[in-house]
């Protein structure tokens, strides 16, 4: 397939993002300086966007560009909610590193590599790209979340997430080759006939690349990895797991859903539903128990994917609309509380604040960002008046019209125990302790970059929660 103007263009918010990363490590080989590479990190980040918006204007419509990648809506979406996370992930970064005399600048260039990869697997309609994407952004992580590498427990952590991911890209790729031998193809447009048709292999095949999936979701039961790794990883690493390298594999698992049309099949229907019933239903049990924000968190994003789930499997007019809602509100609200924890972090300060005891009177220390944790975790909770409450709407309304009622109720009841342990963050900022252990931001936070998206991300929640057509209208 001959590359011309207009398939470079669709291709232009990953040429960008790729370019800013040889910029940035070509200015670290030149000289290692933390603001200068931050911003160059920040303003190619800006360019991936802005490419991605005159691309939604120019290329109206689904293209393919060569037989790996697609431009279309969800393309697009994907693109666009990865580059805003990455971006909000190098802010914090950038608050998180500021005044450690150390190497750095390469986080800058890993989270770039890791976004490469992510726009790539939003755009898969192939196995290869899938898996070069997945890869692509994987392997970066291994590095960031043992970034901090004095801290034994970020390196342990690093460790268990390299072996356990490798487990996993195992399942894919054995997966890969059994449909493959049945079909000769790795196309996902192709393999539509092959599901239909039941052929064994196929249907083998697609559940071993399921399981990897699962795994890159943190779905139970696959999820063991999750609250250990975002224990360890520093909290900006946190941020971006919990997002970018979500979103991006749940978007493609959107597409492998549609486009093999897995949804007519029970034997996929019913193994995604147990998915979702389990991620649910542990997410809340084991959130519950928790006196460590990180890991709470963690157990969080279990449950909250296992939500949008049930929109996948309902396979409705509202499905496509209910996940990016649901996506763009999640990413928002667990920003904005890995924002608060890196406001209060330093690498070489002890452990980060992540602890119910760290947070304890945060509102009389600190009320603004007391404030914007509590509308992040309001929002997870999905409580009136917050983006999180349309997003869960939104899915609730899909299941019904799709009749998943005993995916509805589990939902349901998982919401209801959520609540507990997302409440129980909040009040214990209001409780003052005399003489606990300082670990607030700098009096000027909110003139930092950081501290100004963090309280971007909290307006943002509260305005789509009283407000939310414009967004829905964007997203269409």
Not at 77 to 83: C, H, R
Not at 258 to 266: E, F, P, V
């Amino acid at each position: 397939m001959t590359i011309g103007s207009t398939e470079l263009l669709a291709l232009s918010p990953l040429l960008v993002t790729v370019a800013t990363a040889v910029i940035v490590m070509l200015s670290v080989a030149w000289r290692r300086h933390h603001f200068l590479n931050a911003t160059l990190t920040v303003a190619g980040l800006n360019a991936a966007l802005l490419a991605t918006f005159i691309t939604n204007e120019q290329i109206p419509g689904v293209m393919a560009v060569t037989g790996l990648l697609v431009h279309d809506g969800y393309s697009l979406f994907g693109t666009a909610a990865v580059l805003v996370s990455t971006l909000g992930c190098a802010t914090l970064a950038h608050a998180y590193l500021e005044g450690v005399n150390d190497n750095r600048e390469e986080m800058y260039l890993l989270l770039l590599i890791a976004a490469a990869g992510a726009i790539v697997l939003v755009s898969a309609r192939h196995m290869v790209s899938f898996l070069i994407g997945l890869e692509l952004m994987s392997i970066p992580l291994y590095g960031m979340v043992g970034y901090i590498y004095r801290d034994k427990r970020s390196l342990e952590a690093s460790i268990k997430y390299l072996v356990l991911s490798a487990a996993a890209s195992t399942f894919l790729l054995f997966g890969m080759a059994l449909v493959y031998a049945q079909t000769g193809s790795l196309a996902f447009a192709s393999l539509a006939g092959a599901v239909q048709m039941g052929a064994p292999l196929v249907t083998m095949g697609l559940a071993m690349i399921l399981v990897g999936i699962a795994f890159k979701l943190s779905l139970a039961p696959f999820h063991l990895w999750t609250p250990d790794v975002y224990h360890g990883a520093p909290a900006p690493v946190g941020a971006f797991l919990a997002t970018v390298s979500k979103i991006a594999v749940l978007l493609v698992l959107l597409r492998w859903w549609n486009m093999l049309g897995l949804g007519q099949t029970a034997v996929f229907t019913t193994l995604l539903a147990t998915l979702a019933a389990l991620s649910i239903l542990a997410g809340n049990l084991l959130a519950l128990q928790q006196a460590n924000v990180k890991r709470l968190l963690g157990y969080s994003s279990i449950a909250h994917f296992g939500y949008v789930l049930v929109a996948i499997i309902a396979g409705n007019e509202l499905s496509s609309d209910a996940v990016k809602v649901y996506l763009l509100t999640y990413m928002a609200a667990t920003l904005g509380a890995f924002g608060v924890l890196t406001l209060l972090s330093s690498p070489y300060r002890g452990d980060d604040a992540q602890g119910l005891a760290d947070l304890r009177g945060l509102f009389w220390q600190r009320p603004f960002l007391a404030a914007v944790l509590t509308l992040s975790v309001l929002s997870l909770a999905g409580v009136p008046l917050t983006a999180g409450f349309i997003a869960k709407f939104y899915v609730i309304a899909t299941g019904v019209k799709a009749g998943l009622w005993w995916l509805i109720a589990a939902l349901v009841a998982g919401s209801a125990i959520g609540i507990y342990f997302y409440l129980r963050v909040m009040v214990t900022m209001f409780l003052a302790t005399p003489g606990k252990r300082r670990l607030d931001a700098a009096r000027d936070w909110g003139q930092h970059s950081g501290g100004i998206m963090t309280v971007m991300l909290a307006l943002f929640t509260l305005a789509v929660g009283l407000y939310p057509q414009p967004l829905i209208d964007l997203l269409q």
